[in-house]
């Protein structure tokens, strides 16, 4: 079993940066890749970025790229999400979800998620 729990949301101006943090509880962390999902109000839960196990794995969705940089400190069994560059439709909840194996895009894979952090960018 494997617990997530978010955090670093909050609100911020367009341009400005963000931190999310992922920590994990249970079971050895380094073994299960990790992805971030957002979801808007009236929109579903969509893929934002993920990582494998080692970190040497990472993608992240076009509208994403260039501006979060997704990284994994194993000794803190926390996963990071940097996100710079904030733009009002980046506004929404984000959740880390957890999952043993190879990282994926598709959110049914994933087994474990967290609660879930609010992330409010105004213009």
């Known amino acids: 079993q494997v617990q997530l729990v978010e955090s670093g949301g909050g609100l911020v101006q367009a341009g400005g940066s963000l931190r999310l943090s992922c920590a994990a509880s249970g079971r050895t962390f380094s073994s299960y890749a990790v992805g971030w999902f957002r979801q808007a109000p009236g929109k579903e839960r969509e893929f934002v970025s993920s990582?494998?196990?080692?970190?040497?794995?990472?993608a992240y969705s076009d509208s994403v790229k260039g501006r979060f940089t997704i990284s994994r400190d194993s000794a803190k069994n926390t996963v990071y999400l940097q996100m710079n560059s904030l733009k009002p439709e980046d506004t929404a909840v984000y959740y880390c979800a957890a999952r043993s194996g190879y990282s994926d895009r598709a959110r049914v894979l994933y087994d474990y998620w967290g609660q879930g952090t609010q992330v409010t960018v105004s213009s």
């Open positions: 990582i494998n196990g080692s970190g040497g794995t990472r």
